[in-house]
């Protein structure tokens, strides 16, 4: 059974910085691609940072130049460098894995860390 798990969170203020970690288990493969998601309450869930396989990396443009996410592969531990944290970073922070096995897609979650940005 495939687990992700996300560490890392906290109370920050602003400008601070933070790193986010995702350890997964029950693979034996490498997933094609992992990320980072956020949610704030009553808002839909977005997409911050994924990276793919081989290292190929897209932000979401509110974080460009202030987040990078990084991997170990084939451990398929997954990090976010926060770095220059704003309010409006405030969200439970969520690890995703996803891609196909042959033809069946698959995603998996992590439970989430709480991040929070406030002076």
């Known amino acids: 059974q495939v687990q992700l798990e996300e560490s890392g969170g906290g109370l920050v203020h602003p400008g601070e910085s933070l790193k986010l970690t995702c350890v997964t288990s029950?693979?034996?493969?490498?997933?094609?691609?992992m990320a980072w998601y956020r949610q704030t309450p009553g808002a839909q869930r977005e997409l911050v940072a994924t990276?793919?396989?081989?290292?190929?990396?897209d932000y979401a443009d509110q974080v460009k130049g202030r987040f990078t996410i990084s991997r170990v592969n084939p451990k398929n531990t997954v990090y976010l460098q926060m770095n220059s944290l704003k309010p409006e970073d405030t969200a439970v922070y969520y690890c995703?894995?996803?891609?196909?096995?042959?033809?069946?897609?698959?995603?998996?979650w992590g439970q989430g860390t709480q991040v929070t940005v406030s002076s």
């Open positions: 029950g693979s034996k493969f490498s997933f094609e691609t």
């Open positions: 990276i793919k396989s081989r290292g190929v990396t």
């Open positions: 995703n894995a996803n891609g196909r096995w042959g033809p069946n897609p698959y995603e998996y």
